[in-house]
């Protein structure tokens, strides 16, 4: 999960090879679908069969942090007693009128902006009605005629091959962003036969993002929609988790040969990771273009990803089709935005929010931060990308940094390959490292005056994992770890060596060079590690052409 | 002491001539002795009594919080009330009992006022005559006054006194019945197209429908948003002022009402209506409108002619067509907002149980009435995708036009428009029932629903008896906001008329007060 | 039953809007500008619509709304309302916009986001006739109502 997308650089295969030899079918959704990198489609392979172009687009909603709900005074949070976090508003109670919060605005407002979008200065509100237990008041407030922001972009990068050593940078169109109201939740009780209610989450405020369907893989998808979520972390306008329903992702599936009109396209909903994103995604892609190769159609229709069977089914069709009857919410007036400009002279301050005000404010974003640390720090692309996707891992390796002589560019090994598969293995985030960046640091300081080998170094982390309190220099004392600088023992230890290992002298002074290193091993097994292979390297030189 | 108005017994708290428990059980008792009026659906007794208690304290600590202090006042029953059933007159929401109060309400309880009970309407407030809810229709007070009984004709020999009642108009026919029948001093409608100057008008009280934005919904369950408003009915304009003046201002639970500052005001007693110019919209004369009431407005007309005002003949070219957009508009609005009764959260719950969605059928079907249940259809219908722009779009142009109308006459320099209520004095309900609700509706809105859709303020002046010894009344229309020019006017203008007080025998055994009230020439 | 019809002055197209005239009368002398005769009439009975409604779109509208029509009377009754509301088209509305509401001109009023309601589980329960634990109850799913034809005879049995 830590590292950025893998790439797409590899041709449409179809779900099993024709042709000669015994097919034998790969079970379905589990063979890695690719695009081009480029985003089209790539020349007919083997089986001469003509190209499919998938496209993929996406409405994304994502929970706006704010204290309160969308329309209504009640507190947003994830986990509290069912029903405890509802006002008469969000219990539709007859009456109650909604009442727009600013936050949710300016979150809007903020959003729009770093994903360039223009903010309407004037949006309007709408209801959009459909029967649902989990929403009371028979219709959902959401912007359908003029939404806050409209015609953004948003870039991602994408490593083309697995060597992750090449990234391309792709956008994808951002065709709006709309405010609107989340619903609550059902809990489907089949033993009893009936559903439980819980609107705790009914008005909670959120933005729909739509993305054009510019996309063409799965792997396009989950990159975009990563990149969106830091960029809204970031931000702070959504904690965009997405284990905890602040970020919510429904794919626009379709697939046509180049040239063609767009396929008919299908919905795919209940995705609950970036990781089913993608999977959802190409199974999706892949089941489309294995029904029309073998004369069937694809109906418009909603499917739900099953993440256990990893493939997509036809969510249960309801009867006839959907008429939202859009109308024009009564209760709202229309939405006014100001800039430096049209900003009034006397108005109560509250009640203005000022587009350009907030476009000052707006924090670095993930882009322009990921840059930032390749140019101070001379790490790779990759790498920055790496540290923006955990948490607080940026902070940490900018602490080691600033702690330790050693150079950044050999820091960022440590903190990726060492710290970072620490963590994994045990599920911690940064924050939950019981070695802290002073610790590291430490113990980095230490390799860097060459007071213990880099094996050595592996060796302290691995204690200081396990959070005693140690310092690194205590537990290099205390297991004897420090590199043996006197040199006469050290001497002593390689001609100890070199008179064990006749055979491999001789080998070596025949000219068989790299026997040298089983020495080195060797003089490293006595000391325990405790030796310095550059200067045993030397000293065995030394004797060995004596 | 009941017939007085709402500032002479506020003045008589004040002076202590009677206590706020006296007058509570004054009325009380009155309530019970006319509740064959069925005006009423829930009588607060216990909590009305509690109130006036803590307003005798004050009195007694010589603290009273202001005019309305101690004031019994009625509240349709749309409005949410705190502990007291909220029906809207539907089965959808019989025993419903709102936990909190609408913000109309709670200013009038902050103020120190009676909650006497909830009145009888329309279900859901659609109708205009208060005999389509589920408690049965409201009875106007007026079918059993004396002026009434004068002059009775039977038309045959099935017909007798007992069984000829009028209507009272609708949709607040019990708020409007309520303070005819003296049982209250004041009490709150509401106003979407009609619903409180047409039963004022017919009950012979004042009915302000004040400007959109002025007093705040929150609270007040809605039949279309866009146009709906809290209506005032009391005995007198002066009453209306003071109501109003505790009732206006921005609302923060309300986004659709104004943030501007609102200050309460005073009438004055004298008022010059010769710098004034009244406005008489000739599609006001509507088809169906009785020789009677147009020589009532023709005779208003005069009056202010005489009296110096410049009164000049205007145009509202649209007002034919305000019922039809009304009937899309409200509807499809309608449609919407009775989206949300579906037994889950709140009110009637049907015990079918198969799926969500058949119990949500079965429980609207047995919760609204046929008039409900035929406007959420039609509404629907509109607002189908195919059918939006050809209905709804549509219908929101004619109102613009509609506004537009409104506006261009203001701008010409008129003040006030001056037009009738009513197209004719209340029929007998059996009469009433002939005609189905919508038809109705259609016909007894057209003087009225215009102001609506403008969002204007209007207001029903009592005016003179018809010849059935009916109440008749006119209407002004004035400029957004302009409240207090509005009842300027009509302050004047009922000065002048010096329109009858009701005779009802019941009243007059309760009331043992020396209070009497000019009842000399009437204006007719 | 009378329905409300439309002046037979007016055609389809609509007229041009009549500017507002002043009469002016002087004080004391003609008789006041109250007209004598009604402005307009009520039109001809308009033809039957092109379109009726059919089965599928009451079918379809009860769906939406989830209230059924019962009967014939509730079909004509919506019949009569659609035929009502086309007199909208005698209107002339070219170039105007469409009203959502009087207050289009002021602009939304913003909370701040504090924290001030919720946390009353109970008081909303108790509204609520069926109840588990602390959570609404409904029936299962969104199981789709029967069509049309089968609805008689569901009615007739639930």
Request: hydrophobic share 40%.
């Amino acid at each position: 999960m830590a590292v950025a997308a893998r790439g797409c650089g590899g041709v449409w295969r179809r779900a099993w090879q024709r042709g000669a030899g015994g097919p034998s079918p790969a079970p379905r959704g589990q063979r890695a679908v690719a695009c081009n990198a480029r985003g089209g489609a790539v020349p007919a392979g083997k089986s001469g069969l003509a190209p499919w172009e998938p496209v993929v687009g996406l409405e994304i909603h994502a929970q706006i942090s704010s204290n309160s709900k969308l329309f209504s005074g009640s507190q947003v949070q994830f986990a509290a007693p069912p029903n405890s976090l509802v006002s008469f508003f969000d219990a539709s109670l007859p009456g109650t009128l909604p009442v727009l919060n600013r936050r949710c605005v300016e979150a809007a407002v903020m959003t729009g902006l770093a994903l360039n979008c223009s903010i309407n200065k004037k949006s309007l509100f709408d209801r959009k009605h459909y029967f649902y237990a989990d929403l009371p008041a028979g219709y959902q407030i959401t912007q359908q005629r003029v939404p806050i922001a409209v015609n953004g972009s948003l870039s991602y990068s994408l490593c083309i091959d697995n060597k992750m050593s090449q990234m391309v940078t792709k956008t994808v169109r951002i065709k709006q962003i709309q405010l609107e109201q989340d619903s609550g939740k059902s809990l489907h009780d089949d033993t009893r036969s009936q559903t439980l209610v819980d609107l705790n989450r009914a008005g909670v405020g959120l933005m729909e993002v739509v993305m054009e369907p510019d996309m063409c893989c799965g792997e396009e998808a989950a990159a975009a929609v990563r990149e969106l979520q830091l960029i809204l972390q970031t931000l702070g306008s959504s904690q965009a988790v997405m284990a905890e329903g602040q970020l919510r992702v429904d794919a626009n599936v379709s697939v046509h040969h180049p040239g063609e009109p767009y396929g008919v396209r299908t919905e795919v909903k209940n995705i609950n990771s970036i990781r089913f994103l993608a999977k959802a995604v190409d199974y999706e892609i892949q089941r489309q273009i294995e029904e029309l190769e073998s004369g069937g159609t694809i109906l418009n229709e909603t499917r739900a990803f099953d993440s256990k069977l990893g493939c997509t089914v036809p969510m249960r069709d309801k009867e006839g089709k959907q008429d939202y009857r859009f109308m024009p919410e009564p209760n709202l007036p229309p939405l006014i935005l100001y800039d430096a400009k049209s900003l009034p002279a006397n108005m109560n301050h509250q009640q203005v929010v000022n587009i350009d005000l907030i476009h000052e404010r707006l924090p670095d974003l993930p882009s322009v931060k990921r840059a930032k640390l390749v140019e101070r720090y001379g790490i790779l692309p990759e790498h920055s990308f790496t540290l923006l996707n955990e948490d607080g891992l940026t902070e940490f390796f900018e602490n080691v940094v600033k702690q330790t002589q050693m150079k950044p560019k050999k820091v960022i090994g440590w903190i990726l390959n060492d710290l970072l598969s620490y963590l994994k293995q045990h599920s911690l985030t940064v924050k939950e490292s019981p070695v802290s960046s002073f610790l590291l640091a430490d113990l980095l300081n230490l390799l860097e005056k060459k007071e213990i080998s880099s094996t050595a170094a592996k060796q302290v982390l691995a204690e200081l994992w396990k959070g005693e309190g140690k310092t690194p220099l205590e537990i290099v004392k205390e297991k004897k770890l420090e590199l043996i600088q006197d040199q006469k023992e050290l001497e002593q230890i390689c001609q100890a060596v070199i008179d064990g290992q006749e055979n491999e002298v001789m080998a070596i002074k025949a000219g068989n060079l790299k026997v040298l290193n089983k020495l080195i091993g060797l003089v490293q097994r006595e000391t325990r590690g405790r030796s310095n292979p550059v200067v045993v390297k030397q000293l065995l030189e030394k004797k060995l052409s004596q | 002491m009941l017939r007085a108005s709402l500032r002479e017994v506020s003045a008589a708290l004040k002076e202590g001539h009677v206590t706020p428990t006296e007058l509570c059980q004054r009325c009380l008792s009155l309530i019970k002795s006319t509740k064959f009026l069925n005006a009423y659906i829930t009588v607060a007794e216990e909590t009305a009594l509690k109130q006036a208690e803590e307003s005798e304290k004050r009195y007694r600590r010589g603290q009273p919080l202001g005019v309305l202090d101690g004031i019994p006042i009625a509240v349709k029953d749309n409005f949410n009330t705190a502990g007291i059933e909220t029906t809207c007159a539907s089965n959808m929401l019989k025993g419903y009992i709102s936990p909190y109060n609408a913000t109309a309400v709670q200013k009038l309880l902050d103020q120190g006022a009676v909650l006497l009970g909830k009145t009888n309407l329309d279900e859901f407030a659609m109708g205009s005559g208060s005999t389509d809810g589920v408690f049965g229709p409201v009875r106007n007070p007026w079918s059993y006054s004396r002026q009434y009984k004068e002059k009775f004709v039977p038309k045959s020999h099935s017909q007798d006194e007992k069984s000829n009642w009028v209507i009272t108009g609708g949709s607040s026919g019990g708020s409007a019945a309520a303070v005819s029948s003296f049982t209250c001093f004041a009490a709150l409608g509401s106003d979407t197209g009609g619903s409180t100057r047409n039963p004022a008008a017919h009950c012979g009280v004042v009915g302000l429908k004040p400007t959109y934005g002025l007093i705040s919904r929150h609270g007040l369950i809605p039949l279309v948003n866009s146009m709906d408003v809290p209506g005032i009915l009391t005995r007198c304009v002066d009453d209306a002022a003071v109501v109003l003046g505790s009732l206006a201002g921005h609302d923060p639970k309300d986004s659709t009402t104004i943030q501007d500052d609102f200050k309460p005001f005073e009438l004055p007693n004298v008022a010059d209506v010769s710098k004034l110019s009244i406005g008489i919209p000739k599609e006001y004369h509507a088809p169906g409108l009785s020789s009677e009431i147009l020589a009532l407005w023709s005779k208003a007309a005069d009056l202010f002619k005489n009296a110096g005002a410049k009164v000049i003949e205007v145009s509202l070219p649209h007002t034919c067509y305000s019922i039809v957009c009304y009937h899309v508009l409200c509807t499809a609005e309608v449609a919407s907002n009775m989206a949300r009764f579906d037994g889950l959260e709140y009110g009637h719950r049907s015990d079918m149980n198969k799926s969500t969605e058949s119990m949500y059928a079965a429980t609207r079907r047995e919760g609204f009435n046929d008039v409900v249940r035929g406007r959420i259809l039609s509404g629907n219908y509109f607002l189908l995708k195919q059918n939006y722009e050809n209905y709804f779009i549509k219908a929101q142009k004619v109102r613009r036009l509609i506004a537009n109308d409104f506006v261009k006459v203001f701008r010409s320099g008129v003040d006030i428009l001056l037009t009738p209520t009513t197209l004719c004095d209340a029929v007998p309900y059996m009469e009433f029932i002939k005609e189905d609700n919508r038809t109705r509706s259609a016909q007894d809105d057209i003087l009225t629903q215009a102001a609506n859709m403008a969002g204007l303020p209007a207001i029903n002046v009592p005016t003179a008896l018809s010849e059935r010894g009916l109440p008749i009344g006119l209407q002004f229309i004035g400029r957004s906001f302009q409240e207090k020019q509005l009842l300027t006017v009509a302050k004047w203008f009922e000065k002048q008329v010096k329109f009858p007080m009701i005779q009802l025998e019941e009243v007059k055994r309760h009331d043992h007060d020396a209070f009497q009230h000019q009842k000399s020439a009437s204006f007719s | 039953m009378r329905a409300l019809r439309l002046g037979r002055w007016l055609q389809a197209g609509g007229l041009p809007v009549p500017p507002a005239r002043a009469v002016l009368t002087a004080p004391g002398t003609s008789p006041a500008p109250v007209p004598p005769r009604p402005a307009w009439q009520h039109g001809e009975p308009r033809p039957t619509p092109q379109q009726k409604v059919t089965v599928e779109v009451l079918d379809h509208l009860e769906h939406l709304a989830l209230v059924d029509f019962r009967d014939a009377e509730g079909v004509e009754r919506l019949q009569k309302a659609i035929q009502f509301a086309d007199q909208l088209r005698d209107v002339n509305t070219d170039g105007v916009e469409p009203m959502d509401s009087v207050l289009e001109d002021r602009c939304l009023y913003l909370r701040d986001d504090d924290v001030t309601e919720g946390n009353c589980t109970n008081e909303l329960l108790k509204n609520a006739r069926e109840k588990v634990e602390e959570y609404f109850v409904a029936p299962p799913g969104n199981i789709p109502l029967p069509k049309l034809e089968e609805r008689e005879t569901f009615l007739q049995s639930s």
